[in-house]
């Protein structure tokens, strides 16, 4: 294993990189001031040709990234939440 500063300073870049990408994507479904400046965000996130497929519900429905995003500006309507919080090993602190 290589151990240089370059490797390191890569490794970095990539997870800031990583984290600028979930980021943008997750606070495109937050709702409040300048949602339609993070739903368009989102096309820096895709490329044009890209197919977002929603798999809940009987059908697969696929979207390009337009399709996607301009339903979303009119507003959210959560239909359900789901996480996965219940593995072994796992906590939850509270105040």
């Given at each position: 294993?290589?151990?240089?500063?370059?490797?390191?300073?890569?490794?970095?870049?990539?997870?800031?990189?990583?984290?600028?990408?979930?980021?943008?994507?997750?606070?495109?479904?937050?709702?409040?001031?300048?949602?339609?400046?993070?739903?368009?965000?989102?096309?820096?996130l895709?490329?044009?040709?890209?197919?977002?497929?929603?798999?809940?519900?009987?059908?697969?429905?696929r979207?390009g990234?337009?399709?996607?995003?301009?339903?979303?500006?009119?507003?959210?309507?959560?239909?359900?939440?789901?996480?996965?919080?219940?593995?072994?090993?796992?906590?939850?602190?509270?105040?």
């Amino acid at each position: 294993m290589v151990n240089d500063q370059s490797g390191n300073a890569g490794v970095a870049a990539d997870l800031e990189a990583i984290n600028s990408v979930v980021e943008t994507f997750f606070a495109a479904f937050a709702s409040g001031p300048d949602c339609t400046v993070r739903l368009d965000a989102l096309r820096t996130l895709f490329l044009p040709e890209a197919v977002i497929v929603r798999t809940c519900g009987n059908e697969p429905v696929r979207y390009g990234v337009d399709g996607f995003i301009a339903p979303r500006p009119e507003g959210w309507r959560i239909s359900a939440v789901a996480w996965d919080d219940e593995r072994e090993g796992l906590t939850v602190e509270s105040d």
